[in-house]
């Protein structure tokens, strides 16, 4: 049986016209590239002495290290904060009192609307009218991250329990499960695993958001390794350049890794518990008997 669904399978001479196109694409991709190498290498930038300053260890530990440390610590303070943020507002979203839904509707939007940018930069010069002291700069980075990712991440979480089959809700509450219990304990975890690839890619803008903490000299890899350090070691820009391009190359491929290794254990653990749920026995109003045939598939 023909695996094709989207396309037809191709036939002689498209297999011959496809890999001619792979070949000239290819060939076109090297021939940038040797240019890009040709055109550094008439500039000097491959001469050893320019890169001479990174493979020494203090290079690493005075510039590169610290940026990475301050890099990690906004990203992963932004992460925690937009993933709680997405959920709370996702959910209120999701409400059946206007009073909530639409509040938090309007903060959704209004954050998703303004430039990140512009929301570090107000939130960095109003920072210390509402800060008695510290580092105003991690504070905006933080803070700029979390609301304009979280409220990113808000449309996710509504959109992923939308998105699970009508029929689930309604056999929980056929067999007498309140919102809330439905919400917590048929349509999330479905939901979680349908969100998964929306959240990391998520994440992994929120991972390089951290390099527009530049503009206000927040200490991360980009400001550490792309600014003061060709500065102290002139000419090693375009090195410089490269190597933390590697570096948050690394980091979110690491990233997606262990997103994608949650995902699978996620499914995995869900296919082994998979069965009927029960309604909860100090549940008031709950149907008495049943046959032991009712239930909600959680998978």
């Not at 992994?204 to 980009?222: F, R, S």
């Not at 490269?242 to 869900?270: C, D, K, P, Q």
Request: no cysteine; aromatic share 10%.
């Amino acid at each position: 049986m023909s695996t094709a669904v989207l396309f037809d399978t191709p036939g002689p001479r498209a297999r011959v016209r496809n890999h001619l196109l792979t070949v000239v694409s290819v060939v076109l991709v090297a021939a940038a590239l040797y240019g890009v190498y040709r055109g550094f290498d008439a500039k000097g930038q491959w001469e050893g002495k320019i890169w001479e300053p990174f493979l020494q260890a203090s290079t690493w530990q005075e510039f590169i290290i610290p940026g990475l440390i301050g890099t990690l610590k906004a990203a992963a303070a932004a992460a925690v904060l937009a993933m709680l943020f997405g959920a709370v507002f996702g959910l209120a979203r999701l409400s059946d009192h206007a009073w909530i839904r639409v509040p938090a509707g309007l903060v959704v939007e209004v954050f998703r609307a303004i430039p990140l940018l512009l929301l570090i930069f107000f939130i960095f010069y109003l920072a210390p009218n509402v800060m008695g002291g510290g580092d105003y700069a991690f504070f905006a980075v933080v803070l700029g991250l979390t609301l304009y990712n979280g409220s990113v991440l808000a449309e996710v979480v509504r959109a992923g329990v939308l998105s699970v089959a009508r029929g689930q809700s309604e056999a929980a509450y056929a067999i007498g499960m309140r919102k809330n219990q439905v919400m917590r304990m048929v349509l999330l975890p479905q939901a979680v695993t349908a969100m998964m690839p929306a959240i990391v890619s998520q994440l992994v803008v929120l991972l390089k958001d951290t390099a527009l903490g530049y503009i206000i000299a927040y200490v991360d890899l980009l400001n550490t390794g792309f600014k003061i350090l060709p500065a102290v070691f002139f000419g090693s820009l375009i090195p410089a350049a490269i190597v933390i391009g590697i570096i948050y190359v690394a980091l979110n491929m690491s990233l997606s890794y262990l997103a994608n290794l949650l995902e699978r254990r996620t499914r995995r653990s869900r296919k082994l518990t998979t069965g009927p749920v029960e309604p909860p026995s100090a549940m008031a109003g709950a149907p008495a008997g049943g046959g032991g045939g009712g239930g909600v598939i959680i998978d």
